[in-house]
């Protein structure tokens, strides 16, 4: 039986995969989700599971580190999965000492605290049997690669070359929990996931700001020239893909994960649109990002052949039924786009 610790649960990633754990996986005895509650976490994401009894609910922020070290000394965790982070490129490059603190300092806190709880000595390293089940999971991102220009996939040995300061921020995490395998012999897993789509996702990334605009009839902003490629996953695969790498991922090893879907950002947009049957005069080219990485794209080799994983969505499914789904839950988007975000939203988008 397994007693879980999740980290930003209350967000996108992360509610979708508590929801997932507690209804897909029986090993499970309690599931505790440690969340600060920003403007990204929404406990209205997880009105599913809050009487379930498995689940329990902390509101606090991982660089806490009595509240951490406290943590594991009452619910005695044997697995950590930490998703919680800074995670908006635009809003790294406004405020990059928020990124830095809370997706560093943070998953330096966590590690520690599980290194402290798990008795995880340098003088154990390699000899250490692990027959104990206990790993500490890190979601990671795509974006640590840098960019790719028009040919070339990321695998696991592509050497880091974050361009932003958020994917500076996963780069630096990433390190530091490689170091601790290393130094300490760890039990760690990291995973490295292309962009995601579905339920619950902030309106502030790609897919469902221009779905919450297009069914608003208002512009819909597209960097540069739209040209920049992605490659999209189903939030549902990505979570079956880090249940997987929990179950039977190598110790010590990283995995990349993606569903070979590349497309290109104005392709998405058009399709949103014809989805909607709005307008495609909706759509207005504005200033790129800074540093826009032009193209990513993973190698998923590693994890469908050692561990047996495949996305099971296509595109094209998955994002009708992600329309469908912000079109249901109106109520949802409504309450979460006023106040900070109308600021956030004026202030990123002021010329249109
Ligand atoms: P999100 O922004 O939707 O959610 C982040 C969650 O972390 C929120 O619930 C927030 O309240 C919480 N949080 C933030 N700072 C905290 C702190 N100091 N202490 C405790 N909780 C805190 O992010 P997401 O899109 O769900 O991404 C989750 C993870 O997956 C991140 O680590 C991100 O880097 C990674 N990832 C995301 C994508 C993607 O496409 N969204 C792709 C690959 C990897
Ligand atoms: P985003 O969803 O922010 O994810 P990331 O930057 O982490 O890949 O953006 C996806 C792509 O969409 C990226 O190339 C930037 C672009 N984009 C726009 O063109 N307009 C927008 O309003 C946003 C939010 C993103």
């Known amino acids: 039986m397994k007693r879980v610790l999740v980290t930003g649960g209350a967000g996108?990633?992360?509610?979708?995969?508590?929801?997932?754990?507690?209804?897909?996986?029986?090993?499970?005895?309690?599931?505790?989700?440690?969340?600060?509650?920003?403007?990204?976490?929404?406990?209205?994401?997880?009105?599913?599971?809050?009487?379930?009894?498995?689940?329990?609910?902390?509101?606090?922020?991982?660089?806490?580190?009595?509240?951490?070290?406290?943590?594991?000394?009452?619910?005695d965790f044997d697995t950590v999965v930490h998703f919680a982070a800074e995670s908006h490129v635009d809003r790294s490059i406004e405020e990059p000492e928020l990124f830095l603190t809370t997706n560093i300092?943070?998953?330096?806190t966590l590690l520690d605290a599980a290194k402290r709880h798990w008795k995880i000595h340098p003088n154990d390293k390699y000899s250490r049997d692990y027959?104990?089940?206990?790993?500490?999971?890190?979601?990671?991102?795509?974006?640590?690669?840098?960019?790719?220009g028009e040919t070339g996939m990321f695998?696991?040995?592509?050497?880091?070359?974050?361009?932003?300061p958020y994917s500076a921020s996963k780069a630096s995490a990433d390190l530091i929990v490689r170091a601790y395998h290393e130094t300490y012999g760890m039990p760690v897993n990291i995973t490295r996931c292309s962009n995601n789509y579905g339920p619950y996702q902030f309106p502030e990334k790609l897919i469902p700001l221009m779905i919450h605009n297009a069914i608003n009839d208002k512009a819909l902003p597209v960097y540069g020239d739209g040209m920049q490629i992605r490659d999209w996953l189903h939030v549902s695969d990505h979570c079956y893909a880090i249940a997987k790498v929990l179950e039977e991922g190598k110790i010590g090893e990283v995995y990349n994960i993606g569903g070979n879907n590349e497309k290109a950002n104005i392709e998405i947009v058009r399709l949103i649109l014809a989805e909607l049957g709005k307008p495609e005069s909706l759509i207005t080219y504005v200033k790129d990002r800074p540093g826009h990485d032009r193209r990513y794209a993973i190698d998923n080799k590693k994890i469908t052949t050692e561990l047996g994983w495949?996305?099971?969505?296509?595109?094209?499914?998955?994002?009708?039924?992600?329309?469908?789904?912000?079109?249901?839950?109106?109520?949802?988007?409504?309450?979460?786009?006023t106040g900070d975000y109308m600021n956030y939203y004026k202030s990123m988008y002021e010329n249109i």
């Not at 300092?105 to 330096?108: A, E, H």
């Not at 009708?320 to 912000?326: A, R, S």
């Not at 079109?327 to 786009?337: A, P, S």
């Open 12 to 75: 996108f990633i992360g509610s979708n995969f508590v929801q997932y754990m507690l209804s897909n996986k029986e090993n499970i005895e309690l599931l505790v989700n440690l969340d600060a509650l920003t403007y990204a976490g929404n406990l209205e994401n997880l009105t599913a599971v809050q009487n379930d009894k498995r689940y329990k609910f902390v509101k606090s922020d991982i660089r806490k580190k009595e509240i951490v070290e406290k943590l594991f000394c009452e619910y």
């Open 105 to 108: 300092v943070g998953t330096q």
């Open 155 to 164: 695998t696991e040995t592509t050497p880091l070359s974050p361009n932003s």
């Open 131 to 148: 027959r104990d089940g206990v790993k500490y999971l890190q979601v990671s991102t795509d974006e640590v690669y840098g960019a790719l």
């Open 310 to 337: 495949a996305p099971i969505y296509t595109f094209e499914q998955g994002v009708k039924e992600t329309i469908k789904w912000y079109l249901e839950n109106m109520e949802w988007v409504k309450r979460i786009t």
